[in-house]
């Protein structure tokens, strides 16, 4: 990566044509800068109307400029931003203006990168700002907020304070052997364990939840034809996304729309019917569905109210084993069948929308989100790694921790682990390339 003291600058509204356009730079001293295009010194924190001047003296344009001093930014390093009016042609005019007076083109992520590396923020927050960024719903944009904030960071923190301490107890016995299992007894060792095991499984089942907020749950519609695969993805989408006619084989590949059921993302994918066919284009599609459904973090097995045929036999047969699913009894109207969930069915009806609800809030559940409150935090797939290593090495301390046989070295080890993987998510130790893989998702200017 070039060097992270450079000047940097980007524009940082996204691309097209807006009423504001915003061209952010940050250095160490961008002085020189602020003189070629403001022309005079900036007040901190105070927005001056300015003219943004190109080499020879002429108005690029007009607008707003603010200057951050350091430490007191985003970045940690002399900020400056330049408000002015939303056409790419003129953002262009007054970065290429800036890039003549000293600095680089940003890399993706590059002003997070530095908020981080100047201890403005911690990785996990750092990652949560992205997170906003891309929530697609109001209740992930409140949970990324609240990692923006600190609050997954803090929670991290006291768990990873807590494992310290119970760590530093444990290796401290080890210079005084025979009073171990006394001094583990009086420190409450077996008390402090179960504390730090209880408190991390609220923090992963919080993390599980937020990362399904992030991800969103995946859905596959799968059945014989003509079942109601997608009237029921209609019903769902509320809108005529998927064609129904009562000719069979009319799906003949994979449609999706992505839906909001109360907060969460789920993404609907309507799939081809699986049954014998000759139809060159329909086996095709057919293909796709069993490609689908092993993706799938759910699989919808539609049949019609009134009974199981061989064919829906045929298709249960051919849904992985392990696949989590639910069977959909759809057509509930022409039975006279209550709508409603009972254990892993749901009877509804596509065409009248009867027992619609009842699936919405069974998806909820089977996503992890039904009843979870306002605690729920933005995570990641590396979050929620690191905090299955540290569940998993707090557990291996607790086997070690067990009198008359313990074994302290091995205890305090595991728990050396478990500090570790914890310090990951925040940053605290981190790889290089690591950093790379994560600023490098982010959009230029951010």
Known sequence: ??????????VATAPGKGGIGVVRISGRDIGAVIDGIVGRAL?????????????????????????????????????????GHGGPVVQNLILRRALELGCRLAEPGEFTRRAFLNGKLDLAQAEAVADLIDASSARAARAALRSLDGEFSRQVGTLRDRVVELRALIEATLDFPEEEIDFLERAQAAARVKDITDTLAQVLRRSRQGARLRSGFTIVLAGRPNVGKSSLLN????????????????????????????????????????????????????????????????VLHVIEAGGATAEDAAVAAAIPADMVR?????????????????????????????????????????????????????????????????????????IHLVPPSAQLELAAEELRHAQEALNSITGAFVADDLLGEIFGRFCIGK
């Open 235 to 298: 019903r769902l989408a509320g809108e005529e996304a998927a064609i129904v006619t009562a000719i069979p084989g009319t799906t003949r590949d994979a449609v999706a729309r992505s839906i909001n059921i109360d907060g969460m993302a789920v993404n609907v994918i309507d799939t081809a019917g699986l049954r014998d066919t000759r139809d060159e284009v329909e086996v095709m599609g057919m293909a796709r569905t069993r490609h689908e459904i092993e993706r799938a973090d759910l």
């Open 326 to 398: 639910l069977t959909v009894r759809n057509k509930i109207d022409m039975t006279g069948e209550t709508p409603g969930v009972v254990g892993d069915v749901v009877g509804l009806s596509a065409k009248t929308g009867a027992g619609i609800d009842a699936l919405r809030q069974e998806l909820l559940r089977r996503g992890g989100l039904d009843g979870a409150g306002e605690d729920v935090i933005i995570a990641r797939e590396r979050h929620l790694a690191a905090l299955e290593l540290t569940a998993a090495a707090v557990a291996g301390a607790a």
């Open 43 to 83: 007040q901190p924190r105070l927005a001056s109307m300015a003219d943004f001047r190109d080499a020879s003296g002429a108005a690029i344009d007009r607008g707003l400029a603010l200057f951050f001093e350091a430490p007191r930014s985003f970045t940690g390093e002399q900020v400056l931003e330049l408000q």
């Open 1 to 10: 990566m070039p060097g992270a003291s450079d000047p940097i600058a980007a």
